[in-house]
């Protein structure tokens, strides 16, 4: 009793050919995504992962100067309490 194999050569065959749709259906997919138009977020977001060190250095500057602003301000507003309160007094209230 010799078994001879159910597919004679024709396995092989369509092992290939479901390869060879496989790489072609990869190929396919590559080319679509590498011609495909970019969107406006895709490109705005590129550009700021582009200038991410600039971006830090400006915002710094941005939070230093907001820092002096609001110190400023609290000096600002601390001489108007003082000055109400010795308007009161100078009015008698």
């Not at 078994?3 to 369509?14: A, C, L, Q, R």
């Amino acid at each position: 009793m010799t078994s001879e194999p159910k597919n004679s050569g024709t396995g092989i065959n369509t092992n290939l050919v479901w390869m060879a749709v496989g790489v072609g259906a990869a190929i396919g997919v590559a080319v679509v995504l590498n011609r495909r138009k970019r969107n406006g977020w895709y490109t705005a977001t590129r550009r700021v992962a582009d200038k991410t060190n600039d971006l830090a250095v400006v915002s710094k500057d941005m939070l230093e100067r907001i820092k002096v602003i609001y110190d400023e301000t609290r000096k600002v507003v601390d001489e108007a309490t003082e000055l109400w309160s010795q308007g009161r007094k100078l009015v008698g209230v």
